[in-house]
């Protein structure tokens, strides 16, 4: 693990660094506890999330003081209709020399907030997902790798849909953790308006290096499973599918695919890390189901006119 003289030791530095982060994340984001848990997860994991939830509930904050506690590159792409790939990757453009070359986009940071991905168009949407997939942008026959480490933190307005083009399910399978944002409990919106109408501004103290989050990672990959929790994963994902439990079957039109059972297990393994455990067990699985399923299945007619919800169908298999 390089600086750490065992795993066991890195294991232990991981749990120390999740604390400190959550402390100083804290100075600047109130509230919002299980949202900055999934986020630095998805981060451990290598993984890209999706954040859902209505305007003003500091999605854009949230993700630009993460980036800071993490001396990471961020950069915000604000998504609309008009937007273009080349605005995203870059583009070929002539020098005074008459030569082509790659100006690059705001893709090539360790960081990028797709605000509101829902609102431009699929060729658009695609650009971003290629390079979420191969952390690498293809232009005129010539690869440009993108920095390491590299997420991509797409928010979405679950309000209006008018003029929106909401992600096909083979785009949102990418997408390690779908979170949802809720409002905020009255005394934590007391404190936000607080913080945010006085004069005073904290300052958010960097607590790793981008290469620190590279060790991390290789570290989560790292963690043993017993047998018993892979196979509960992949027979939670297995559940989802109609036929696979009564409860999908009546409910469910699609289930999750393989990739849900590859994210249960890697989320698990964080979550067991972040805890201070070595291994992680069922609740841990458990624990993270619901982002890592809720975007991979789809209700059928039946449950949407019953009104019930995707976590609805999810604690149900569970």
Known sequence: MGKFASDVEAADALATAYKNLKEEIGKVVIGQHEVIRLVLTGIFCHGHSLLVGVPGLAKTLLVQTIAQALDLQFKRIQFTPDLMPSDILGAETMDKERNFKFVKGPVFANIILADEINRTPPKTQAALLEAMQEYAVTTAGQRFELPRPFFVLATQNPIEQE?????????????????????????????????TTGEARNEVRTVLSGEDIENFQNLVRKVPVPDNVIEYAVGLANRTRPGGSPVATEYLEWGA??????????????????????????????????PVLRHRIVRNFKAEAEGIGVDDVIEKII
């Open 163 to 195: 003029g929106t083009y909401p992600l096909p399910e083979a785009q949102l399978d990418r997408f390690m953790f779908n979170i949802l944002l809720s409002y905020p409990t009255p005394a934590e919106e007391i404190e936000v308006v607080k913080a």
């Open 257 to 290: 695919g393989p990739r849900a059972s590859q994210y249960l297990v890697l989320g698990a393994k964080c979550n067991a890390l972040l805890d201070g455990k070595y291994s992680p067990d069922i609740e841990d699985v458990q624990s993270i189901a619901k």
